[in-house]
């Protein structure tokens, strides 16, 4: 371990060759938060409103790079929900809708909107 480990562990800072178990594991924690929101809607409960901070919080990060945006995205997709606006087009401090995300089916030149999974 070296000494920067040790001062991290000491200070009760995350290793950084641990930061990807954590991240797996806050990703769950994402999922969990997402999948009760998702059964609100279903109930027709109202639409959760959250900063895309606290969403990053969710997610156990404080940055919104590149694979965090990813993995996030990945979430509401598999969770049928979505953000409107786009949480990554926004600034950090500015509030997102949680929204369910109708399923689009197309016929030929024609369009239905399902809602629901």
Partial sequence: MTLRQSA?????????????????????????RLA???????????VTAVSVRELLRWAGAERR?????????????????????DFDTVHLDSTVLIVRVPHILSCGRSQLIVHGG
């Fill in 8 to 32: 991290k562990k000491m200070l009760g800072q995350p290793d950084p060759g641990l930061s990807s178990c954590n991240y797996i594991m806050n990703i769950e924690a994402l999922n969990q």
């Fill in 65 to 85: 790079g590149y694979m965090v945006a990813y993995r996030i995205r990945s979430a509401l997709k598999e969770n049928g929900v979505s953000t409107l606006p």
């Fill in 36 to 46: 009760v929101i998702r059964g609100s809607l279903e109930a027709r409960e109202d």
